[in-house]
């Protein structure tokens, strides 16, 4: 008698292929960075299939996860579904609201690295149906699946702080990197005014879980630096607000932070989460545990609160309890990304419902494991990879310096070069990596090559 | 560090560098073969050449850092520690080198000048 995932496989490969070899998915804790290797892919022959994989999202892990399949498979049919025809650099949007590099740096096409043989689908997803094991696009089209990989990203919910207004962004002192290109942009343009006159400046970040933690407090950084160079720091007054009584997640990190923070003299206050925001009189709200507190401000960095997509939020794949129930992120296993309900479902990226990190890094070191238990499934032979909660965080800390935090689900801080770099030292070099290296190696990672 | 898979580093350069990767690798061995096809003609090397090839391979150093300062967006303040030291040191040194072999084969294949004459 065969086993339903017998039946699955033998349903899915058109035949056996007699060599197949195993592929690494290498864990080791190295970085998205330069000169360091993941998960090659591996030179073996690709292994056939009739198997049909559906991508739910087309950013970088929805198209990383698409590279390395269409190299691993041959005859399976795989869709990517996203609309957006633009592709978005997202590390690089602090980079363009710092003044360092030019708007177009973060933008180029999703169609530039969709892989030959993967059909794009440019229509948003409208409806994600795992028991019928179909994606329906918003035009209607229906897409059955044999595996779906969910990659859709998170959406940012300005909706959730009252009297926000996204088409401000860069007037009257308003600030909001994470938005889109043209707002870390108009950002900038509203950051480097406040850095020339002075006043009050507000940086914070959200409750709930958010992608890349670390670029709050970068921008606080960055903003006291383009001070000082301007000899205006003695006119400002910077002000960041934590959500909870620690600055980040990881203790050894926070308590680096709060260092920094104090030698440049940033005031932290704690428990504060922005609820409201008044952009004419430019006067925020905060809650905090004994009530609301009012602070004004001549420019703020807003960061929203973060959710998994409605599509998502809508149907039956998120966490039903837990702490990622409420904001809809993805029910998955932490070290395999596989849906723990719908076992032909692997979520991947910022919409995964796991601790710690939602980077680039990360999406860089879940997928490979993520296709290789995809793998394994059409394969029969069940992969071993796990991902280990690998976060990278370059956290600027001032221009031209940052400091290289890498982490794991256990808060353990991971070396990537031991005895050059030290993880919490301000140093140049993490600097150039973030400027020269990140990209090209983000681009390489979205190609399968790295 | 653990593995380095020099295809992730290819593929890293030349995402980075583009077509300039691979015109800068026959630039260099074009460079390198110079030199060396210079030390079988001239059967050594010339000391008075190669005093000015360093001379210049001194300045070249600085070029080279120059050119990082632009490329990655820094200053020329921004080193913190003893890692920063070591790629600036690295940078100036390969600059350096760089410099004294192309100006070396260029000035020696340029003159006609031999050990000998």
């Known amino acids: 008698m065969k086993t339903p995932a017998q039946h699955l496989r033998d349903a899915l490969q058109a035949s056996p292929t007699p060599d197949r070899r195993r592929f690494l998915a290498g864990l080791g804790a190295l970085p998205l960075l330069g000169a360091a290797a993941s998960a090659p892919l591996p030179a073996s022959a690709a292994v056939k299939t009739q198997a049909r994989i559906v991508i739910a999202g087309g950013g970088a892990a929805g198209l990383t996860a698409a590279s390395r399949l269409s190299t691993l498979l041959e005859g399976a049919s795989i869709t990517i579904v996203d609309a957006r025809k633009e592709h978005y650099y997202q590390p690089g949007f602090t980079l363009v609201a710092a003044g360092i590099k030019p708007q177009n740096y973060v933008v180029s096409g999703t169609g530039d690295y969709v892989p030959k043989g993967v059909e794009w689908v440019a229509d948003k997803v409208a409806e994600i149906d795992p028991e019928g094991r179909k994606v329906v696009t918003a035009g209607g089209k229906s897409l059955p699946y044999d595996f779906l990989i969910v990659a859709t990203g998170l959406e940012l919910n300005y909706g959730g702080i009252q009297g926000m207004d996204t088409a401000r962004i860069g007037q009257n002192g308003l600030g909001s990197i994470y938005h889109s290109p043209q707002a870390a942009s108009a950002t900038w343009q509203a950051m480097s005014g406040f850095a020339d006159k002075g006043g009050v400046a507000l940086f914070g970040r959200p409750a709930g879980e958010m992608k890349c933690a670390g670029a709050p407090l970068k921008y606080t950084f960055i903003t006291d630096d383009h001070l000082r160079r301007r000899n205006n720091r003695s006119k400002a007054e910077l002000i960041y607000m934590a959500q909870s009584k620690s600055l980040f997640g990881v203790p050894i990190v926070a308590e680096k932070v709060r260092m920094l923070f104090q030698d440049r003299g940033v005031k932290v206050n704690h428990e504060h989460v922005l609820q409201s925001i008044d952009l004419d009189k430019r006067v925020a709200t905060y809650k905090t545990p004994t009530g609301t507190a009012e602070q004004g401000y001549d420019f703020i960095n807003v960061v929203p609160p973060m959710r998994a997509p409605e599509v998502v939020r809508n149907s039956p794949l998120p966490w039903t309890e837990g702490p990622f129930a409420a904001d809809g992120w993805v029910e998955v296993d932490r070290e395999t990304l596989r849906h723990k309900r719908y076992p032909n479902v692997f979520a991947v990226g910022d919409i995964a419902g796991v601790p710690k990190g939602k980077t680039a890094a990360s999406v860089k070191w879940q997928v490979p494991v993520a296709v290789a238990h995809l793998m394994g499934d059409i394969s029969g032979q069940a992969a071993t990879e796990v991902y280990n909660g690998y976060t990278s965080c370059p956290l600027i800390t001032r221009l031209g310096q940052a400091m290289l935090i890498e982490f794991d689900y256990k808060d353990n801080l991971i070396m990537s070069f031991p005895g050059v770099i030290a993880p919490l030292e301000e140093l140049w070099i993490s600097w150039v990596m973030k400027t020269m290296a990140l990209k090209p190696t983000y681009i390489s990672m979205l190609r399968g090559r790295a | ?117």
């Open chain 2, 1 to 117: 560090m653990k593995e380095l898979d020099p295809m992730v580093f290819l593929a890293v350069f030349q995402e980075m560098l583009g077509p300039m990767l691979w015109v800068m690798l026959i630039v260099a061995a074009l460079a390198v073969a110079a030199f060396v096809g210079l030390l079988v003609r001239d059967r050594g090397i010339v000391s008075r050449r190669l005093v000015r090839a360093e001379l210049l391979g001194l300045l070249g150093g600085i070029v080279a850092l120059v050119i990082m300062a632009q490329v990655s967006s820094s200053g020329f303040t921004d080193a913190g520690g003893p890692a920063d030291w070591f790629l600036i040191a690295l940078v100036y040194g390969v600059g350096a080198v760089a410099t004294t072999i192309l100006t070396y084969a260029a000035m020696g294949w340029m003159s006609g000048q031999t050990a000998r004459s």
